[in-house]
């Protein structure tokens, strides 16, 4: 066997115990994300998702999982956000997203799948800073991400096109 040599990634994320030890616009992204997370289309998994995110500009953009007959058609909470977010605001910095699900037996903090962190990745190394990703529960308890890139390491980007 050849020589190699072993990484390792570290995954760190700060952990509330409670909504109320959130600094304000961190509390107000997440209630965003609760209330629109209750129109949510999803008859299929009963899953509701609402994401909330902040732009630099103060406008906060909301979105919730769209769900389709056909799965792959649908999409998540935080790429409908995201996605609206880059078509009307196509040069505004997104500097936090908030994603809660309104599901009550959701204790732990529900984290944005593979496809989400992979999109929200794009717009944090278009505008090359980083996004604080704000993942709530029903309990209360809340994770927090310094940047999308800690959540997805190693992703992909424009570089490996080249």
Known sequence: MGKHEIKKVDLSFDVYQSESDLEANDQLLLNKAKEIAKSAHAPYSNFKVGAALLLENGTIVTGNNQENAAYPSGTCAERTAVFYASAQYPTS??????????????????????????????YEIKFREPIRVIMGSASGKVYIAKSVESLLPLMFNQDHLK
């Open 93 to 122: 910095k997104i500097k936090a997203i908030a994603v809660i699900t309104d599901n009550v037996n959701q204790l732990e903090p529900v984290t944005p799948c593979g496809s989400c962190r992979q999109a929200l990745a794009e």
